[in-house]
């Protein structure tokens, strides 16, 4: 009898003498396990939308956090710069991790321990205990959840299904992620305005939402079955017969992959920005209430789906090295155009700066992954090379929040926040000028 993994989606014909009967069976079963492979991946795109919110509510609630903990500025970037730290370190053993136990448990797990460490982020805990929750969400997050996400839906894809399942996965994540948010604030806004309680009620609801919602899709998740762990597990197996050393230095021998790396290391600062639009523009020179800023920001998050899908089919229509060109020299523009929004006596032009902004933040985003493929990297190394790209790209995220953080300390009001942005600015105009290198190459390639 001939058949197919049911993962693929492709139907199983018997030879046997009952071979109608069989085969009538067979498509059943297929199709009962595609429809399960969607479901997987519409749980999986809900907890990667679910999970990391509760790390960033800065974006959009860091006026209300700093009175919440009654902490600084600069103790809020230290808290920051400590998960960024664990981020940092976690995303080579966390494909590690992948390979060794069941993805699926491995998320379970992130997403009820992200939960519970919300709860207690949610009691406002001092300073000390502040910094052991980012820590462990640091872990949750990220060596425990993020390369078990990737690999899971890679193990439900079948192989030509990979662009189209990551596609949802990462537009269907940020969609989540702007419901969630819009959700939040209006919690946030009923509770402090209609209702006229105190802010840190409405800051304690908005966690205890996102906390909730993460031990339910954990416990959820834990009573769906994962027909893929024992190809993981095979995977996992020759995967543990290379050299991790001599791997690396392969990957360091290709010039392409440190200009993506640059890429993403100055990308990557384009979309950290973003998180102080809340506060900046809630500053007394510009002086939007914490429910107008929060609103605006959260309307930025409904960008992702627009400039990831969009960025990605212009990249895909055009050159994908060539818009991301434009959107990072375009990103510092705008940036540049931010800072000058203590002159701007126009709202909508405020508003119209930020979705902008988000715009190229997630066109970015979606698009310098996309260069791995050009880079002539071995098949069998492609995972590690995005663990060191990672490593090397996300970097920003132990450093960036020192930066922020002493800035609007030792300059308080806008001047601090418009310094950290015109940083940031020179930062996405230096990843243009990198692009435009591995264009350079990659057409000198194309000659050769």
């Not at 197996?237 to 230095?249: E, Q």
């Not at 969009?310 to 818009?323: E, H, P, Q």
Request: aromatic fraction near 12%.
């Amino acid at each position: 009898m001939s058949s197919t993994h049911p993962a693929s989606g492709r139907e199983a014909v018997s030879t046997r003498p009952d071979g109608a009967t069989r085969e009538t069976h067979e498509t059943g079963a297929t199709r009962h396990a595609g429809t399960q492979r969607y479901v997987q991946l519409a749980l999986l795109v809900i907890a990667a939308g679910a999970i990391y919110p509760i790390l960033y509510l800065r974006q959009v609630y860091q006026p209300t956090m700093l009175e919440f903990f009654h902490i600084t500025e600069s103790q809020l970037g230290y808290l920051y710069s400590m998960l960024g730290t664990i981020f940092l370190i976690s995303y080579l053993p966390s494909g590690w991790l992948a390979d060794r136990i069941a993805p699926r448990l491995l998320i379970c797990f992130s997403l009820v321990a992200t939960g519970a460490l919300g709860l207690l982020y949610a009691s406002a805990p001092p300073f000390p205990v502040l910094m052991m929750v980012f820590g462990g969400w640091g872990l949750t997050t990220g060596l425990t959840f993020w390369a078990a996400v990737i690999k899971r839906v890679n193990l439900l894809a079948g192989a030509d299904e990979q662009g189209r399942f990551f596609g949802v996965l990462d537009g269907g994540r940020g969609l989540v992620e702007a419901m969630l948010a819009t959700i939040a604030i209006s919690l946030f806004a009923w509770l402090t305005q209609s209702k006229s309680l105190p802010v840190a009620t409405g800051f304690r609801s908005v966690v205890h939402l996102y906390a909730f919602l993460c031990i339910a899709l954990g416990v959820l998740l834990a009573f769906v079955k994962d027909p893929d762990a024992e190809r993981a597990e095979q995977r996992a197996m020759s995967h543990g017969r290379r050299n991790v050393l001599a791997d690396l230095l392969t990957l360091a021998k290709i010039p392409e992959l440190w200009l993506v790396a640059a890429i993403v290391f100055c990308g990557y600062q384009v979309f950290w920005a973003t998180y102080s639009f809340s506060a900046y523009l809630h500053e007394g020179a510009i002086g939007l209430s914490v429910v107008m800023a929060g609103t605006i920001t959260t309307l930025k998050l409904w960008m992702r789906p627009i400039g990831g899908i969009g960025g990605g089919f212009l990249g895909d229509r055009l050159s994908k090295i060539s818009v991301l060109v434009i959107a990072l020299f375009l990103a510092a523009l705008s940036l540049v155009g931010l800072i000058a929004a203590p002159s701007i006596d126009n709202h909508l032009l405020l508003v119209f700066l930020v979705l902008f902004i988000g715009v190229l933040t997630y066109a970015i985003r979606g698009l310098y992954w996309s260069l791995l493929d050009r880079c002539n990297v071995p098949a069998p190394v492609t995972g590690l090379a995005i663990g060191l790209i990672s490593v090397l790209g996300y970097s920003p995220d132990v450093f960036l929040p020192l930066i922020n953080g002493w800035l609007t300390t030792n300059y308080p009001g806008v001047a601090g926040y418009q310094m950290y942005f015109g940083y940031v600015a020179a930062v996405s105009a230096v990843g243009g000028v990198a692009g435009l290198v591995l264009r350079s190459r990659f057409n000198r390639e194309v000659r050769s």
